[in-house]
């Protein structure tokens, strides 16, 4: 890649079922208080000569926040009056693309990003991905993404013999690990007999296996190499990013073929540098909104041969390579943060700094996320230390 | 986290926006066919010959204008994919528990993802054959497709006994009463209107003093047995011998016997032996005759 972008601060809330006290102007002021602790930067674009952040990107949902231009909301948290402010309304680790390409371009020195998502706010978060439907053909059929998920992942499971049981054990090895993150503590652990005997959602994904609902937020500040290393003693660096949008209608795609995120990790590969995917990361966090996803992602972005999901599952793959010991976002984060969210803790791993589930010397990690039905979109980064 | 949620006031809203949305040109044809003349169209790619439905003006990977290369697709598909869906949201057109599948239309290369109905949620699978069953008021739009039903692909007759099922000493029979009715009707059927049949004055005078039946109406009696009961439906018969023994006068009650004599391996035929008594278990007339088993179901 040309210059280089690192993450110099990485900040997030944790992840409840329902923040009632608290607006998602709140959610967001937290996480750019922690970050400002960080690192010292100032917010004083407009005078001259003043230097800190200069681009400010919002992850938000109009949907989802009830209100249209939602970002509107944020100008005050963000920092942005009389400046520049951006929104990202895709998968929220587009933001981060999206830094990357205005401190790449040499128009900004200093970008921070920050998403929120209270998906509590809604009746229900099915009736808010409804809405990502076409009005014509597909709305009225009822589907929203948990149906999409359905359709997936029944034909996933057929297609790499993935089990109930493969299912359960991802679910409680999430969970497992959610309860070493201070960011998901309101996820309680189960057994896999629990898992087994929940009741059927959307066959063959049963409600312990689905994302649970939740709200939180999360930042990070971004900056040139030069800027990122005078702020900054730990940098994260960016490697690579790549991202792929596959057809819209259900029926025009394999649902098994993980086709986009196969696009997305051969673009983001490619600028890194990176040849064999099983062994180029020592942190691998993939956005998995339903368990039959963590094999299906992990064999989309190469840690597994195509069609080999319950293999990897049985020798360990999970533990072995590090996926998701965050807990992924099994263990709870709003829809639109859930790439972004896998971001910040692969940076966090890399800083040394994730405490009970710190990996020993973790240098290289990829992040990944998920938008769309059935995996309609995917967008990947690859992250190193120096 | 939690301070004094006591203190936290909860403001009701709803997100609500009545809208019209103008369906696309490509769309709009779609959906008047739909409505109008309750028939699916695609839009074919002329250059990868892709049948998109719902339609597109565009074929997304050739990049070729089609939006009037309109072709007729099948109400008939098979479900590619599908799943259960057990939870209610206020979206869905019926209530949980239904199948959402992907249906592809014959005819259709892209699957449209739809209700399923007609089979048990615990016996759906892919592959199942599906057909349109439209809506009795039109909305305008896909749900003009109320569902597509699962086609029962099971022959719809019970086919008779197979070469391989039929065994040596298997019989079954047919029993009617011959009534003067029949007889005029056979005459009329067969043209035969001797008087020996249809005048009781002249058949005074022949050796059986009274009216009797025409011998082949006796005869069709084995018809509905080697048809219909053994071997049954899908039976051809190539050949039958009869020899008559004695007459059938009107009112007697037939009976007609076929029974499996013979399994005859090369040509995989079987012979039967046949016989027809009347009510007082005199012998009628006897006979065989060769009958080849109905094939396996032709699905």
Same mark, same amino acid.
């Given at each position: 890649?040309?210059?280089?972008?690192?993450?110099?601060?990485?900040?997030?809330?944790?992840?409840?079922?329902?923040?009632?006290?608290?607006?998602?102007?709140?959610?967001?002021?937290?996480?750019?208080?922690?970050?400002?602790?960080?690192?010292?930067?100032?917010?004083?674009?407009?005078?001259?000569?003043?230097?800190?952040?200069?681009?400010?990107?919002?992850?938000?949902?109009?949907?989802?926040?009830?209100?249209?231009?939602?970002?509107?909301?944020?100008?005050?948290?963000?920092?942005?009056?009389?400046?520049?402010?951006?929104?990202?309304?895709?998968?929220?680790?587009?933001?981060?693309?999206?830094?990357?390409?205005?401190?790449?371009?040499?128009?900004?020195?200093?970008?921070?990003?920050?998403?929120?998502?209270?998906?509590?706010?809604?009746?229900?978060?099915?009736?808010?991905?409804?809405?990502?439907?076409?009005?014509?053909?597909?709305?009225?059929?009822?589907?929203?993404?948990?149906?999409?998920?359905?359709?997936?992942?029944?034909?996933?499971?057929?297609?790499?013999?993935?089990?109930?049981?493969?299912?359960?054990?991802?679910?409680?090895?999430?969970?497992?690990?959610?309860?070493?993150?201070?960011?998901?503590?309101?996820?309680?652990?189960?057994?896999?007999?629990?898992?087994?005997?929940?009741?059927?959602?959307?066959?063959?994904?049963?409600?312990?296996?689905?994302?649970?609902?939740?709200?939180?937020?999360?930042?990070?500040?971004?900056?040139?190499?030069?800027?990122?290393?005078?702020?900054?003693?730990?940098?994260?660096?960016?490697?690579?990013?790549?991202?792929?949008?596959?057809?819209?209608?259900?029926?025009?795609?394999?649902?098994?073929?993980?086709?986009?995120?196969?696009?997305?990790?051969?673009?983001?590969?490619?600028?890194?540098?990176?040849?064999?995917?099983?062994?180029?990361?020592?942190?691998?966090?993939?956005?998995?909104?339903?368990?039959?996803?963590?094999?299906?992602?992990?064999?989309?972005?190469?840690?597994?041969?195509?069609?080999?999901?319950?293999?990897?599952?049985?020798?360990?793959?999970?533990?072995?390579?590090?996926?998701?010991?965050?807990?992924?976002?099994?263990?709870?984060?709003?829809?639109?943060?859930?790439?972004?969210?896998?971001?910040?803790?692969?940076?966090?791993?890399?800083?040394?700094?994730?405490?009970?589930?710190?990996?020993?010397?973790?240098?290289?990690?990829?992040?990944?996320?998920?938008?769309?039905?059935?995996?309609?979109?995917?967008?990947?980064?690859?992250?190193?230390?120096? | 986290?939690?301070?004094?949620?006591?203190?936290?006031?909860?403001?009701?809203?709803?997100?609500?926006?009545?809208?019209?949305?103008?369906?696309?040109?490509?769309?709009?044809?779609?959906?008047?066919?739909?409505?109008?003349?309750?028939?699916?169209?695609?839009?074919?790619?002329?250059?990868?010959?892709?049948?998109? %439905?719902?339609?597109? #003006?565009?074929?997304?990977?050739? *990049?070729?204008?089609?939006?009037? =290369?309109?072709?007729?697709? @099948?109400? !008939?598909?098979?479900?590619?994919?599908?799943?259960?869906?057990?939870?209610?949201?206020?979206?869905?057109?019926?209530?949980?528990?239904?199948?959402?599948?992907?249906?592809?239309?014959?005819?259709?290369?892209?699957?449209?993802?739809?209700?399923?109905?007609?089979?048990?949620?615990?016996?759906?699978?892919?592959?199942?054959?599906?057909?349109?069953?439209?809506?009795?008021?039109?909305?305008?739009?896909?749900?003009?497709?109320?569902?597509?039903?699962?086609?029962?692909?099971?022959?719809?007759?019970?086919?008779?006994?197979?070469?391989?099922?039929?065994?040596?000493?298997?019989?079954?029979?047919?029993?009617?009463?011959?009534?003067?009715?029949? %007889?005029?009707?056979? #005459?009329?059927?067969?043209?035969? *209107?001797?008087?020996?049949?249809? =005048?009781?004055?002249?058949? @005074?005078? !022949?050796?059986?003093?009274?009216?009797?039946?025409?011998?082949?109406?006796?005869?069709?009696?084995?018809?509905?047995?080697?048809?219909?009961?053994?071997?049954?439906?899908?039976?051809?018969?190539?050949?039958?011998?009869?020899?008559?023994?004695?007459?059938?006068?009107?009112?007697?009650?037939?009976?007609?016997?076929?029974?499996?004599?013979?399994?005859?391996?090369?040509?995989?035929?079987?012979?039967?032996?046949?016989?027809?008594?009347?009510?007082?278990?005199?012998?009628?007339?006897?006979?065989?005759?060769?009958?080849?088993?109905?094939?396996?179901?032709?699905?």
């Amino acid at each position: 890649m040309a210059k280089r972008v690192g993450i110099c601060a990485v900040a997030q809330t944790t992840y409840e079922r329902d923040k009632k006290d608290i607006r998602f102007q709140g959610m967001a002021l937290e996480v750019l208080e922690a970050l400002r602790k960080q690192v010292d930067v100032t917010f004083s674009r407009h005078v001259k000569g003043a230097k800190g952040v200069d681009m400010s990107i919002s992850v938000s949902d109009d949907i989802f926040d009830a209100r249209t231009i939602s970002d509107n909301a944020m100008t005050d948290v963000l920092g942005a009056h009389f400046g520049c402010e951006e929104k990202v309304a895709q998968e929220g680790i587009q933001a981060l693309y999206y830094a990357l390409a205005a401190i790449q371009s040499g128009h900004n020195n200093m970008v921070l990003v920050m998403g929120h998502c209270k998906e509590s706010q809604a009746q229900s978060r099915n009736m808010v991905t409804h809405m990502a439907f076409d009005p014509f053909f597909t709305r009225p059929v009822g589907i929203d993404f948990c149906a999409a998920a359905g359709l997936q992942a029944q034909a996933y499971s057929a297609k790499s013999q993935i089990t109930d049981e493969h299912l359960a054990k991802i679910v409680v090895r999430a969970r497992e690990n959610a309860s070493k993150n201070p960011c998901t503590q309101e996820i309680g652990k189960v057994s896999a007999e629990e898992v087994m005997a929940s009741p059927m959602l959307v066959d063959p994904i049963r409600e312990l296996h689905a994302y649970p609902v939740s709200d939180g937020a999360v930042g990070m500040i971004l900056a040139t190499e030069d800027t990122a290393k005078k702020i900054c003693k730990n940098p994260v660096w960016i490697t690579g990013v790549g991202n792929c949008m596959d057809s819209f209608f259900l029926g025009d795609r394999d649902l098994t073929s993980n086709f986009a995120l196969k696009k997305a990790v051969q673009y983001a590969y490619k600028r890194a540098g990176i040849t064999d995917p099983r062994s180029a990361f020592d942190v691998i966090e993939l956005s998995d909104q339903y368990a039959y996803q963590l094999p299906m992602w992990a064999e989309g972005i190469g840690l597994c041969d195509a069609g080999k999901g319950a293999k990897w599952l049985d020798g360990g793959g999970p533990v072995k390579q590090n996926v998701n010991t965050s807990g992924g976002m099994l263990a709870g984060n709003p829809l639109i943060l859930g790439g972004l969210v896998r971001a910040a803790e692969a940076a966090i791993q890399l800083r040394g700094e994730a405490g009970d589930r710190q990996i020993n010397n973790a240098k290289t990690a990829i992040a990944h996320g998920v938008m769309g039905p059935a995996g309609q979109f995917h967008s990947v980064i690859t992250l190193a230390r120096a | 986290m939690s301070t004094a949620t006591n203190d936290c006031f909860i403001v009701n809203g709803k997100l609500a926006l009545p809208y019209q949305y103008f369906a696309g040109r490509a769309g709009s044809r779609f959906i008047i066919s739909l409505r109008d003349e309750k028939k699916i169209r695609g839009l074919k790619c002329q250059k990868c010959g892709k049948v998109f %439905v719902p339609p597109r #003006a565009t074929c997304e990977t050739c *990049f070729e204008d089609i939006c009037e =290369n309109w072709v007729d697709v @099948k109400n !008939t598909g098979v479900v590619t994919c599908f799943t259960i869906i057990r939870y209610k949201e206020p979206h869905q057109p019926v209530d949980p528990p239904y199948i959402l599948g992907l249906v592809k239309l014959d005819g259709a290369d892209t699957p449209l993802a739809h209700i399923v109905k007609g089979v048990p949620l615990s016996k759906m699978k892919t592959g199942l054959k599906v057909k349109a069953v439209f809506a009795k008021k039109t909305t305008g739009g896909i749900m003009d497709i109320d569902h597509f039903q699962v086609v029962d692909d099971k022959p719809k007759f019970e086919m008779g006994y197979s070469y391989d099922e039929l065994e040596i000493g298997m019989s079954a029979s047919f029993t009617k009463t011959i009534s003067e009715t029949d %007889v005029y009707l056979f #005459a009329g059927i067969s043209g035969d *209107f001797n008087p020996m049949h249809m =005048n009781e004055e002249f058949a @005074k005078m !022949t050796p059986f003093g009274t009216r009797i039946a025409h011998g082949a109406l006796p005869q069709s009696l084995i018809a509905p047995v080697l048809g219909m009961k053994l071997p049954g439906l899908g039976t051809v018969i190539p050949e039958i011998t009869v020899r008559f023994k004695r007459p059938t006068y009107f009112g007697d009650t037939i009976t007609a016997i076929g029974e499996v004599v013979e399994k005859i391996e090369k040509k995989r035929w079987v012979r039967m032996e046949l016989r027809w008594t009347n009510q007082k278990d005199e012998l009628v007339a006897e006979g065989s005759c060769l009958a080849i088993p109905p094939m396996p179901f032709n699905k």
